[in-house]
T-cell receptor, first 111, second 113 residues
Framework: GQQVMQIPQYQHVQEGEDFTTYCNSS?????IQWYKQRPGGHPVFLIQ?????EVKKQKRLTFQFGEAKKNSSLHITATQTTDVGTYFC???????????FGKGTSLLVTP | ETGVTQTPRHLVMGMTNKKSLKCEQH?????MYWYKQSAKKPLELMFV???????ENNSVPSRFSPECPNSSHLFLHLHTLQPEDSALYLC????????????FGQGTRLTVV
């Protein structure tokens, strides 16, 4: 079945440093979504990418979808302590199954 | 507030108990989901309902029994659980099953003793 892999599992940065998490799928995805879960909270939708090679920005966050629609990345510029949490990617294959989530990347930002 | 409400927020149950988790969404969505989140295997998809019909069951043990009486409500009936079933159970809904964003409830923290 489809698998969505995420790396790294954990990342610890100093405030102001950049951060990137990568997501790879074993199959072509119809779309990919990114979610953020704060400690003790629930996943909250950030963005959806649909087109091959698509790039979207939200303030300090940049999301990319690979040309082959099998990989994606989330890059945070100049991290802040409010960026702490676990970032999940989630995708569904062309055959129309529900979202499969990666295991997430837990980001810790120290001031 | 995401529009998806889960009750109870916390539950402690013995291995011989029977309990139910409830999820309600006020968003007019057609698809609803149960996810299990534990330290070892984050965000495992358990069940999917689309227009009240179960469309996915990811090899979940029969001690977990879902029920979707209408498109706004989803239940997860629990019986004879094991300690390893202790986890955060998250309900989510989306406009459709495939491409739209998922809105999560705050989850039920389940502890099996």
């Amino acid at each position: 079945g489809q698998q969505v892999m995420q790396i790294p599992q954990y990342q610890h940065v100093q405030e102001g440093e950049d951060f990137t998490t990568y997501c790879n799928s074993s199959t072509t995805l119809s779309n990919i979504q990114w979610y953020k879960q704060r400690p003790g909270g629930h996943p909250v939708f950030l963005i959806q990418l649909v087109k091959s090679g698509e790039v979207k920005k939200q303030k300090r966050l940049t999301f990319q979808f690979g040309e082959a629609k099998k990989n994606s990345s989330l890059h945070i510029t100049a991290t802040q302590t409010t960026d702490v949490g676990t970032y999940f990617c989630a995708g569904s294959p062309n055959s129309g199954y529900a979202l499969n989530f990666g295991k997430g990347t837990s980001l810790l930002v120290t001031p | 507030e995401t529009g998806v409400t889960q009750t109870p927020r916390h539950l402690v149950m013995g291995m011989t108990n029977k309990k139910s988790l409830k999820c309600e969404q006020h968003l007019g969505h057609n698809a609803m989901y149960w996810y299990k989140q534990s330290a070892k295997k984050p965000l495992e998809l358990m069940f999917v309902y689309n227009f009240k019909e179960q469309t996915e069951n990811n090899s979940v043990p029969s001690r977990f029994s879902p029920e979707c009486p209408n498109s706004s409500h989803l239940f997860l009936h629990l019986h004879t659980l094991q300690p390893e079933d202790s986890a955060l159970y998250l309900c989510a809904s989306s406009q459709d099953q495939e491409t739209s964003e998922a809105f999560f409830g705050q989850g039920t923290r389940l502890t099996v003793v």
